[in-house]
């Protein structure tokens, strides 16, 4: 079975960062933008972000949308994705919010913690290990035997780090704000890593397109 489809979705500053260093979550997208993204969820079979994301956004990870819940349950669908953690350890809280409104979503962790974590999240959650560290590949492949043809990636920098590095991102989305962060402390789109998407390898500019003062960079990596 091939391996799902896979866009990786970012909004972010002017100089690369998802968020800023204080409490809050850093809004960098605009309603407009923000509708744009919940369509995307409806057109994928699930939708994956990485602990972090859980702790810093605490996302439910669910289509927003009515009419567009509506349609997918018409097609034969689940009103939303099949959501998916990524995570090294066992220290999910299973009062986050990704653990409630619909069905338990599946968490992909580091072999020596999957004992704990479903000790941890019990019903709430399918806990899977997926090597050690988790590896991107053996997640994809595990999602493939679950019939899932096309995957969400949502971040954060970490997981898109993992995914890009790995080369298993068919598709990129960048949104970009118009502002720049500054700040050194904050988390940034990726961090190091050995991407095959270089200056001698670049990505292919697929779209380029301003909503309000945002900008939409669609990629194809190649």
């Known amino acids: 079975m091939s391996r799902p489809h896979v866009v990786a979705s970012v909004a972010m500053s002017l100089d690369g960062y998802i968020d800023d260093a204080g409490p809050a979550t850093l809004v960098l997208s605009d309603a407009d933008d923000l509708d744009r993204v919940d369509a995307v969820r409806a057109g994928v079979d699930a939708i994956l972000v990485g602990a972090g994301t859980v702790r810093a956004d605490d996302p439910r990870l669910l289509v927003r949308c009515p ?48 004992a704990a974590l479903r000790a941890r999240l019990g019903d709430a959650a ?39 590095a790995a080369g ?32 001698h390898r670049p990505m292919t500019l697929v779209e380029a397109r301003a909503t309000g003062d945002l900008v939409l960079l669609r990629y194809r990596p190649g």
């Open 168 to 199: 298993l991102v068919d598709e990129l989305h960048v949104v970009v704000a118009p502002f720049l962060v500054g700040d050194a402390r904050a988390p940034r789109f990726v961090g190091d890593g050995p991407f095959p998407q270089s200056p």
């Open 67 to 114: 009419r567009r819940r509506a349609e997918r349950a018409a097609a034969g669908r689940p009103p939303s994705p099949l959501r998916v953690v990524l995570t090294t350890g066992a220290s999910l809280d299973p009062a986050a919010r990704v653990f409630a409104g619909g069905p338990p979503p599946l968490v992909f962790t580091a072999a020596p913690a999957a």
């Open 126 to 164: 399918e806990v899977v290990a997926a090597g050690d560290p988790p590896d991107p590949a053996e997640v994809l492949d595990a999602l493939a035997d679950r019939g899932v043809r096309s995957l969400l990636v949502e971040g954060g920098g970490v997981v898109h780090t993992a995914f890009l």
